[in-house]
């Protein structure tokens, strides 16, 4: 069974920092591309950022060089930089991975959210 764990949610202020982890676990071959959506209240989950396993990234345009997305391929672990918090940027975020399987074939896998809250 794979596993996403995610954790560095919580409350800041605008302009703050925080540091979002995703860390895949289980038994698996690989991680493909691996991401971070979020929702907000009463919106739909939307696209933060994503990487590929060579390293490609794409942003949402909201991000404005605010985010950075970097991964650790040996521990199967994904992070999120956000800076310059808004309050705009409250929502629960996801972590998504695609992984391959320990026998082959390839499927995406959800984490349970972790909440940002940017309060002041």
């Known amino acids: 069974q794979v596993q996403l764990a995610e954790s560095g949610g919580g409350l800041v202020q605008p302009g703050g920092s925080l540091r979002l982890a995703c860390a895949a676990s289980?038994?698996?071959?690989?991680?493909?591309?691996m991401g971070w959506y979020r929702q907000a209240p009463r919106k739909e989950r939307e696209l933060v950022a994503r990487i590929t396993s060579g390293g490609s990234t794409n942003y949402a345009d909201f991000v404005k060089d605010r985010f950075t997305i970097s991964r650790d391929n040996a521990k199967n672990t994904v992070y999120l930089q956000m800076n310059s918090l808004e309050s705009e940027d409250t929502a629960v975020y996801y972590c998504n991975a695609n992984i391959v399987g320990a026998y082959g074939g390839s499927q995406n896998y959800w984490g349970q959210g972790t909440q940002v809250t940017v309060s002041s």
């Open positions: 289980g038994r698996f071959f690989s991680t493909n591309t």
